[in-house]
């Protein structure tokens, strides 16, 4: 069984700091991709990595996969109160595994102007 | 056109009701999924279909069946629920065929709030 853990649970920041949330995994993914989601709203896919080593910008976030496929990270530079919500990492281990994503726990982030 | 739609987007019934939830997409995926989710919790995988066919049932009890008219729709038909069913229902898709990985980036819709009486 493929587990992602991920961490800090639960972050409170203020306005324009930056953060880290990490997803680690024992386990080898083919693919992982980064979520966000609002409350009462379905999750709405970031980013998506798929080479190890990789790195992906996107306006604030920075998303990194590891050399070896096996972790992930999400770095918010500035973080603005707009940037509030349910952060999930979610890795594929490909093949006949296909459909099947392994999600991390989630992170809370509360962003306070 | 990236959108998944659901329908109803807030659902409250009894235990001994019978109601179906609704989700289409039009991006041409030949997956998609049902996922429970818990407040505040990662989505729990329900149910899989590939080309409109049943790939995967996480050992999900009777009382949720799900039905595949056509590669554009996804219904969950909901009988005899608990209250322990209440829950947001998500639907997603994704592509079915490998393509640089991005096979399995799964668009969610906005999902359904249930409330089971």
């Known amino acids: 069984t493929q587990l992602l853990e991920q961490s800090p649970q639960f972050l409170s920041i203020q306005e324009g700091e930056n953060l880290t949330v990490y997803c680690n995994s024992s386990?080898?993914?083919?693919?992982l991709q980064w979520y966000r989601q609002e409350p009462g709203e379905g999750p709405v896919l970031l980013v998506t990595v798929v080479t190890g080593g990789e790195v992906k910008k996107l306006k604030r976030l920075t998303f990194q996969f590891g050399d070896a496929r096996k972790d992930s990270s999400l770095h918010i530079t500035a973080a603005q109160p707009g940037d509030t919500g349910l952060y999930l990492c979610?890795?594929?281990?490909?093949?006949?595994?296909?459909?099947?994503?392994?999600f991390g726990q989630g992170t809370i982030l509360t962003v306070h102007p | 056109d990236t959108e998944v739609t659901q329908t109803p987007k807030h659902l409250v019934m009894g235990m001994t009701n019978k109601k179906s939830l609704k989700c289409e997409q039009h991006m041409g995926h030949r997956a998609m999924y049902w996922y429970k989710q818990k407040a505040k919790k990662p989505p729990e995988l329900m149910f899989v279909?590939?080309?409109?066919?049943?790939?995967i049932n996480e050992s999900v009890p009777s009382r949720f069946s799900p039905e595949c008219p056509n590669s554009s729709l996804l219904n969950l038909h909901l009988h005899a629920l608990q209250p322990e069913d209440s829950a947001l229902y998500l639907c997603?898709?994704?592509?079915?065929?490998?393509?640089?990985?991005?096979?399995?980036?799964?668009?969610f819709g906005p999902g359904t709030r249930l409330t089971v009486l």
């Open positions: 279909y590939s080309y409109e066919k049943l790939s």
């Open positions: 997603a898709s994704s592509h079915e065929e490998t393509t640089s990985g991005r096979a399995y980036e799964q668009f």
């Open positions: 979610a890795g594929s281990a490909g093949g006949t595994s296909y459909g099947k994503l392994t």
């Open positions: 386990s080898v993914f083919s693919s």
